[in-house]
């Protein structure tokens, strides 16, 4: 028989509300750049709730911060976690509620004297939304292994600056080492950040995978000339591009291969001015997909677009990749011990993808992995309005605990 023990809901939701006014933004919402002053506030209370049930805290060289509950035995530990950096005007729940719901889950354990013959480990990841510093999930790609301490580093920013001068200023470096991490199994709670659990009235979605993500920064010049005097036939205006580019890419999705997603958020126009035909243009193509080949050729097939219209309209272009990731499939292990649990609890499930990016599937890539989902009032995430149900946050975080009791018992 599974044990009764249940989380303390109460404890999670105001855990959760505290640390969504660190970096709160007077009109709602919350903003915790990676690696900015808000960012550090929002460490040092995760680190304080981290201290206070005396965990075993480790920061790695990019701030990659663990704390880890006792075992029984010294085996390797199974780990829980996510990433506590927001998008600027971001919510409360994405990532964090990954962080504190495993905070929450060794507290519940404490206070019911429940030992694990495996330790249990929390973790928040540096830079996972990769909106400051790309590419997104960037500290987990170096506490894995797979991208390199310095290269990660020496990541210049939207703003002209490095990650090493931000994570000196904010005094995070620590001094444990990255990459190739002793980790059992990884599960990750998280928001779905889309509309399909609510719209389908499901309360936990089991992650399958998620799907592959590729992120296309473009640097067009053109002639900056007089917005009145410049006649239409002498121009070589990057703005235009840019337009064509957004139309282009929702063309794209229309008849392209797999469920193809595009999206240009990022513009910026030089020297941005009402009357001026613009000199630059730097923009950002994201594309995704759950088929890599087709993800591929979305790539290519935009890349040739916009290098055939630059040479019509003469502007030199240039390009740069800023993130790539291929489609990930979760452990089945995992995936179908997430559902035993659900389904245990009388939780109505469904499997399903992730849409958005997350550090598990970068952990996948070191052991065996997955994900828990819960729904997202209104589809709603990256915005202020990013809302779940403190049932269906009680229930996410009750599947974390018994599955991470599993797989730390096994
Ligand atoms: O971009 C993503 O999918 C994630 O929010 N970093
Ligand atoms: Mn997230
Ligand atoms: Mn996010």
């Given at each position: 028989m599974r044990p009764q023990v249940s989380i303390n809901a109460d404890r999670l939701l105001a855990n959760l509300r505290t640390l969504g006014q660190i970096g709160g933004r007077p009109g709602g919402g919350v903003s915790r750049l990676a690696l900015t002053p808000q960012d550090l506030a929002g460490r040092r209370q995760v680190l304080r709730w981290m201290e206070e049930l005396g965990l075993e805290i480790t920061i790695d060289a990019l701030g990659n911060t663990v704390g880890v509950r006792k075992g029984l035995s010294e085996l390797s530990p199974v780990m829980t976690g996510s990433h506590i950096d927001t998008v600027d005007g971001g919510g409360i729940y994405d990532g964090n509620l990954g962080v504190l719901a495993g905070i929450e889950v060794l507290a519940t354990l404490d206070e019911h004297n429940i030992s694990?013959?495996?330790?249990?480990?929390?973790?928040?990841?540096?830079?996972?939304?990769?909106?400051?510093?790309?590419?997104?999930?960037?500290?987990?790609?170096?506490?894995?292994?797979?991208?390199?301490?310095?290269?990660?580093?020496?990541?210049?920013?939207?703003?002209?600056?490095?990650?090493?001068?931000?994570?000196?200023?904010?005094?995070?470096?620590?001094?444990?080492?990255?990459?190739?991490p002793d980790v059992h199994a990884f599960i990750e709670l998280h928001i779905e950040q889309g509309p399909r659990l609510e719209r389908e009235g499901i309360t936990i979605g089991i992650v399958e995978g998620v799907q592959g993500i590729c992120w296309t920064e473009f640097e067009l010049d053109g002639v900056s000339n007089h917005a009145g005097t410049t006649p239409m036939s002498l121009r070589h205006d990057p703005s235009v591009l840019v337009g064509e580019t957004i139309v282009f890419a929702r063309e794209l999705t229309k008849h392209h291969p797999g469920v193809q997603l595009a999206t240009v958020g990022s513009v910026t126009l030089k020297p941005n001015l009402v009357n001026v035909i613009p000199r630059t243009a730097r923009f950002t193509v994201d594309l995704r997909n759950t088929d890599g080949v087709a993800l591929d050729q979305a790539e290519q097939a935009t890349i040739d677009f916009v290098y055939r219209q630059a040479r019509a309209e003469g502007l030199t272009v240039r390009h740069r990749n800023l993130a790539r990731f291929a489609p990930v499939a979760f452990a089945s292990s995992v995936v179908d011990r997430i559902e035993a649990v659900a389904t245990s609890h009388g939780l109505s499930n469904i499997r399903m993808p992730s849409g958005a990016g997350h550090d598990a599937q970068v952990l996948a890539r070191c052991c065996p992995a997955g994900m828990i989902f819960v729904p997202s009032l209104g589809g709603i995430s990256h915005n202020p309005r990013e809302h779940t149900d403190a049932r269906d946050i009680e229930s996410g975080a009750n599947v974390l605990l018994h599955a991470l009791l599993e797989l730390a018992n096994a």
């Open positions: 694990t013959k495996r330790p249990l480990a929390v973790a928040f990841f540096t830079n996972e939304e990769g909106a400051r510093f790309a590419p997104d999930m960037m500290g987990s790609l170096v506490f894995e292994g797979s991208l390199d301490l310095e290269t990660a580093l020496a990541t210049v920013g939207i703003d002209g600056t490095t990650v090493a001068q931000n994570l000196d200023a904010i005094d995070m470096r620590g001094t444990a080492p990255c990459g190739k």
